[in-house]
Nanobody, 122 residues
Framework: QVQLVESGGGLVQAGGSLRLSCVAS????????MGWYRQAPGKQRELVAD???????NYADSAKGRFTISRDNVKNTVYLQMNSLKPEDTAVYYC????????????????WGQGTQVTVSS
């Protein structure tokens, strides 16, 4: 199994910055994709950004130019640097580990963290 623990959320004024971290722990062989999703009240969970183990990144249009995702494969950690935050970025941010192989020969599974609140005040 894989456990994901997020940190770094909080309250920030519009225009400010936050850095989210997510550490994956447990027994696993590989994690192909790690990403960040968010869910605002009354809205569906949406992708913010994700990154493959080789460093290829993918961003939602709302995140392009303001957010940067990075990954440390040695530490099994993914980061999300968020700059120029806007009130509409307010949401619970969830870490996701996708295409996880517990062993070399196992199938692939997806795991979620418990979420961290990001609140941007105007």
């Amino acid at each position: 199994q894989v456990q994901l623990v997020e940190s770094g959320g909080g309250l920030v004024q519009a225009g400010g910055s936050l850095r989210l971290s997510c550490v994956a722990s447990g027994r696993f062989f590989s994690i192909a994709i790690m990403g960040w999703y968010r869910q605002a009240p009354g809205k569906q969970r949406e992708l913010v950004a994700d990154i493959t183990s080789s460093g290829s990144t993918n961003y939602a249009d709302s995140a392009k130019g303001r957010f940067t995702i990075s990954r440390d494969n040695v530490k099994n950690t993914v980061y999300l640097q968020m700059n120029s935050l806007k009130p509409e970025d307010t949401a619970v941010y969830y870490c996701n580990a996708d295409a996880v192989k517990i062993t070399l020969y196992s199938g692939r599974s997806s795991y979620w963290g418990q979420g961290t609140q990001v609140t941007v005040s105007s």
